[in-house]
C-alpha cells in the first residue's frame, strides 16, 4: 500500500518568513495530493490540492509542487502569519482511483509574532 | 449547508466493551470515511464507504468494523476495547470520494478506554 513521509515533525519560522514542508509517497499509481490544516483542537481543513498532470498550484500565500518522478510534493507557504500555526498533514491516494487516502504524520508549524 | 456532524463527541470505556461512533455528513455528500488520529501517528484510514457499500479498508483489526445507511448516514463500531484504542476518531464525508472531491471533517469523538 501507499506510504506517506512527511518532514519536518516541527518548524518554527518567524513572522513573515516562508515555510516549505515536504512529503514523499511511496505508490507511483497516486495521482492526487491533498493539504490539510488542523488548529488547535479543531478539524482538519482542506487548504489546498494538486493532481499529478500539475507540477504547481498557487492560492495567495499558499503553493504546491509535485514531483511525479523522485514522488515528492512540497506545500509552499510564503510571508508567514501566527494565524498560520497548525498542524499541516500531507495525503496522497493510494492509487488512481483509489477511495483511500494514506497521510503523513504532520508538521507542527509555529509562525513566532 | 449543516457541516459534518459526529456524535457522541466524548466516550469513556473501559477494555472489553465495545463502542458505536454515529457521522452525519454533509447533504448530498454519499462518501463517508473514517479516520484514527493519535499524537504519534497522525490520522491513520479505518474505511470508506460509498451508497452503502465499503470500498476501501485501511490496515485495522477486525475489532473494528463500520456500515453507513441508505441517508449516508454511518457508524463505526468497535469491539473488545483495547488501551490503545484510546483515540480521536474522524469521519470526513465527500460528495462522490476523498480522491475526486474535496473532504470535510467532522469535529471527532474522543473515545478514552480505561
Known amino acids: 500500500g501507499e506510504n506517506v513521509e512527511q518532514h519536518p515533525s516541527t518548524l518554527s519560522v518567524q513572522e513573515g518568513d516562508s515555510a516549505v514542508i515536504k512529503c514523499t509517497y511511496s505508490?507511483?499509481?497516486?495521482?492526487?495530493f491533498p493539504w490539510y490544516k488542523q488548529e488547535l483542537g479543531k478539524r482538519p481543513q482542506l487548504i489546498i490540492d494538486?493532481?499529478?498532470?500539475?507540477g504547481e498550484k498557487k492560492d495567495q500565500r499558499i503553493a504546491v509542487t509535485l514531483n511525479k518522478t523522485a514522488k515528492h510534493f512540497s506545500l509552499h507557504i510564503t510571508e508567514t502569519q501566527p494565524e498560520d500555526s497548525a498542524v499541516y498533514f500531507c495525503a496522497a491516494n493510494s492509487g488512481a482511483g483509489s477511495y483511500q487516502l494514506t497521510f503523513g504524520k504532520g508538521t507542527k508549524l509555529s509562525v513566532i509574532p | 449547508k449543516a457541516g459534518v456532524t459526529q456524535t457522541p463527541r466524548y466516550l469513556i470505556k473501559t477494555r472489553g466493551q465495545q463502542v458505536t461512533l454515529s457521522c452525519s455528513p454533509i447533504s448530498g455528500h454519499r462518501s463517508v470515511s473514517w479516520y484514527q488520529q493519535t499524537p504519534g501517528q497522525g490520522l491513520q484510514f479505518l474505511f470508506e464507504y460509498f451508497s452503502e457499500t465499503q470500498r476501501n479498508k485501511g490496515n485495522f483489526p477486525g475489532r473494528f468494523s463500520g456500515r453507513q445507511f441508505s441517508n449516508s448516514r454511518s457508524e463505526m463500531n468497535v469491539s473488545t476495547l483495547e488501551l490503545g484504542d484510546s483515540a480521536l476518531y474522524l469521519c470526513?464525508?465527500?460528495?462522490?470520494?476523498?480522491?475526486?472531491?474535496?473532504?470535510?471533517f467532522g469535529p471527532g469523538t474522543r473515545l478514552t478506554v480505561l
Open positions: 505508490d507511483s499509481a497516486s495521482n492526487y
Open positions: 470526513a464525508s465527500s460528495l462522490a470520494g476523498p480522491s475526486y472531491n474535496e473532504q470535510f
Open positions: 494538486i493532481r499529478s498532470n500539475v
